[in-house]
């Protein structure tokens, strides 16, 4: 019977700790999100101080209305439950801003090629338009007079005309390779279970995130609230309960007959010759005090004495 009684008493202080656990670390989330919602330094405290309002309430709540009158506890069930929403919201707040900074320092220890400068594809298209224009209009010329002008010309046009189309060219691989670098900084931007999720139901990986976020901040308020209310539980549900496993672990015992109890015939000789000799009054009081006994112990001396007195 003793292991069973032992253990059952070392599970409120595991529940205590691992409720406290589950609040600290609910705690800062709170803290961490309110101080990155808010601007001014005001603005950050109070938001704080709202989320852990509500992270308390929320794990609190249950197991402190749970002896309280059916008015109280609808009342209490309400307020839980917007507690919930609450603290759910901040803490899917915190998972999405970390995720979102983690991203940010993937991309960061990644070296990604610089970004060369070049012109937009539609003002070199635009020149090379101009050139052909001007290439076109020098070939239709006949060469009457200042034929070597004419020719040097059209070789110029012709060579402008060239290279465009390689600048042409060049910018759109640079594009090519830009959007390659976008696609692969976004890639190491989202969180890679996020990412093949989304990829798994079809989804966007905004949303994927999202649901996360509220997934594990749900299970950390459940499981917190569980906690509190297994280490919250009143010290006679406890003590009944460590009896039940008691008795279902170990078959009770045959009930042994109540001891009777016999006062030694020495004891009432010997009181009864302190009493004749002046010692001690036959009152209960003063038995009590010489033999320094309970109260009923002294009571049945007295009783047995007064009735052997003739």
Sequence with gaps: MMPSTRRHRLRPGWALGLAVAATSTALCMSVLAGWQRGG??????????????????????????????????????????????????GHATF????????????????????????????????ERATVTTDLAAANARRCVRDCPALRVRRVSL???????????????????????????????????????????FAMPSGRVDLFAGLAFASVLEGLAC????????????SVVTAAIEAVAANPPDPPSPDPVVTVPETEVTKLARDIKAGLVRLTVSDIRRHLRCSQEKAAALRRQIVSSSP
């Design 40 to 89: 001014w330094l005001s603005e950050r405290l109070v938001w704080m101080a709202i989320g852990v309002v509500l992270v308390v309430g929320a794990h609190l709540l249950p197991a402190l209305c749970r002896s309280t009158p059916l008015a109280v506890r609808a009342v209490g069930i309400v307020l839980w439950l917007g507690c919930m929403v609450g603290a759910s919201y």
């Design 95 to 126: 998972v999405l801003l970390s995720q979102s900074h983690a991203g940010e320092l993937r991309v960061a220890a990644v070296a990604m090629p610089g970004v060369r400068e070049h012109r937009s594809l539609t003002v070199v298209m635009a």
């Design 158 to 200: 012709v060579a402008r005309f060239d290279a465009l189309n390689a600048e042409a060219d060049d910018v759109r691989r640079q594009q090519v390779i830009d959007d390659r670098n976008a696609t692969r900084r976004e890639t190491l931007r989202n969180d890679p279970v996020t990412t093949r999720l989304a990829v798994l």
């Design 226 to 237: 569980l906690l509190w209310s297994i280490a919250l539980l009143p010290h006679q549900v």
